[in-house]
């Protein structure tokens, strides 16, 4: 099974460092090229265009190791390359026809039970959450396309936060209900 790769602080710093030597210019260009692959994303009609933006930067993260020393030019560019493969591969997605459901069907669904276990461990380790984090995370991940991404404007200025900041906390404690349900759906599998 493919672990997900997932960004951390030092793949983050690492990223930030390569866009710019100056950790203030560097997080402008961060900002500025994330900004500029939401309005790609939504340009080309992707609902989920602030999500597929976060994947893209993923992506290079994950690759930084292996294209920092050979790439030249600005780092931009390279982002927009790989947005181009992610919105290729949204679309392969989006073309994929659902399986067909059958409502007489009798036979359980090993996949229910699956999915049973992980919703009760995602919801285990979301009581885990101190109270500012669970609140936090669960107003985040709230509305879709537009409204969403004015719904978390208005929660970083409540916050009194910037929105990257807003972003990346938000990423840190996804990150710590991921490798929490992993761990809970690894023990109750057992």
Not at 61 to 88: C, M, Q, S, W
Request: proline residues 4%; contains cysteine; hydrophobic residues 35%.
């Amino acid at each position: 099974m493919k672990r997900e790769w997932i960004l951390t602080k030092e793949s983050f710093d690492s990223l930030l460092a390569w866009l710019d030597a100056n950790p203030d210019a560097a997080a402008r260009k961060y900002e500025q090229i994330r900004t500029r692959l939401i309005k790609i994303f939504v340009c080309r009609g992707c609902l989920e265009s602030e999500d597929l933006a976060d994947k893209t930067i993923d992506r290079v993260a994950r690759r930084l190791n292996d294209i920092e020393a050979t790439f030249t030019g600005d780092p931009a560019r390279y982002f927009y390359g790989v947005a181009n493969k992610i919105h290729f591969e949204y679309l392969r997605r989006k073309r994929m026809p659902e399986p067909p459901v059958s409502v007489n069907d009798t036979d359980p669904d090993p996949d229910t039970d699956q999915c049973a276990r992980e919703y009760d461990c995602l919801e285990r380790c979301i009581q885990q959450l101190s109270p500012k984090n669970r609140e936090l995370v669960l107003e985040y991940y709230q509305e879709e396309r537009w409204a969403k991404i004015e719904h978390r404007k208005r929660l970083a200025d409540q916050l009194g936060i910037a929105l990257n900041a807003l972003r990346i906390r938000a990423c840190r404690i996804r990150a710590s209900l991921l490798e929490c349900v992993r761990n809970c759906v690894q023990t109750t599998a057992e």
